[in-house]
């Protein structure tokens, strides 16, 4: 079942130190305000923005939707309960190594997410949002600590704070880019498992199942087909030491073959993927029925680092 309504109290003000919250849903706190952020693999330029008041992983009806800039930034005015959605569009969107820099190369179609308050949008911001939702992992807190310590990230980094890029994380950007690419896969084999089920699920149900198959059920680490990309990445950037770049890590056969395992087959893992998406759909329902769509975790009162 999902998890509902707690604000958890993070290191969001900095990657290294500072005190924030992840805000986490429900409707106490409804007023509007500005907030900014960057959305991440590489800079995502021309990508959409909002606040997800609707629950529904979707900025088509969100008056909050706006576009990022050169850099992959923007500004939200809205409800600061929501979390926060990145929606790139395939053929529009564009990925920039550096802010406002050369683009690298054009962005599918995909959607990333973080809990309210983070200031950075990627690929593990996702992974974390929905696991927290979900109740994958039973706080954000948790949750955070899991997916670092498969990057080998400090307890100081926090997700919703940390721009790897500007860090010059060589070994993170590659594999925040191999996660996007497994998500944008993942979307498309899970629609197509519904699809041949005969199955009609929603957009939202059809992501959220997506980012879960990348998350360990365990709830206390991450899955071995996530470790198994990052040990692949980090094995070519590490061999290739300070000439170690993102393009030449992605196009490793090893690291390929890595994302390859670690994704959605819509033949091989029908079965799994069909039993997982009627539990996402289960909770969705449940959460209609409960008149709760602010799409975000957390039960009970503050969790801190």
């Known amino acids: 079942m999902k998890c509902r309504k707690a604000l958890l109290a993070l290191s969001v ?22 907030s ?22 979707s900025c088509d009806d969100e008056s909050s939707s706006t576009t990022t800039d050169i850099n992959g930034d923007f ?8 979390i926060i959605l990145i929606e790139s569009i395939a053929t529009v969107t564009k990925e920039r190594a550096t802010p406002g820099g050369a683009v690298v190369r054009d ?19 996702t992974l974390l949002q929905v696991g927290v939702e979900h109740g ?18 400090g307890a100081g980094i926090t997700l919703g704070a940390y721009d790897f890029i500007d860090d010059g994380n060589v070994a993170v950007q590659a594999t925040a880019e ?18 041949d089920a005969g199955a009609t699920y929603s957009d939202e ?43 030449t890590t992605l196009a490793d056969t090893s690291v390929t073959a890595a994302e390859a395992t670690a994704s959605v ?22 959460e209609d029925d409960s008149g709760d769509d602010s799409g975000t975790g957390g039960t009970g009162g503050t969790s801190q680092f």
């Open 13 to 34: 003000l900095g990657a290294t130190s500072g005190l924030g919250l992840y805000g986490c849903g429900g409707s106490s706190n409804s007023h509007s305000t500005t």
């Open 75 to 82: 500004s939200l005015v809205g409800a600061t309960n929501a």
């Open 107 to 125: 962005a599918g179609a995909f959607t990333l997410t973080a809990l309210n308050g983070a200031t950075i949008v990627s690929p593990f911001t």
């Open 178 to 195: 191999v996660i996007t690419d497994i998500i944008e896969s993942n979307i498309v084999e899970v629609e197509q498992i519904s699809d």
């Open 265 to 286: 087959d819509s033949t091989a893992d029908a079965t799994d993927v069909g039993d997982s998406l009627a539990d996402v759909n289960e909770d969705n329902a449940e």
């Open 136 to 153: 994958t992992y039973a706080s954000a807190a948790i949750g955070e600590a899991a997916i670092k310590a498969s990057l080998g990230l």
């Open 36 to 57: 900014s952020g960057t959305a991440i693999d590489a800079y995502l330029s021309s990508a959409t923005a909002c606040y997800d008041t609707t629950g529904d992983k």
């Open 205 to 247: 149900t059809i992501f959220e199942t997506a980012i879960l198959e990348i998350i360990d059920t365990d709830g206390v680490e991450t899955s071995s087909d996530f470790d198994a990309v990052v040990a692949a990445v980090v094995a070519v950037v590490d061999a290739a030491g300070e000439s170690a770049t993102v393009a």
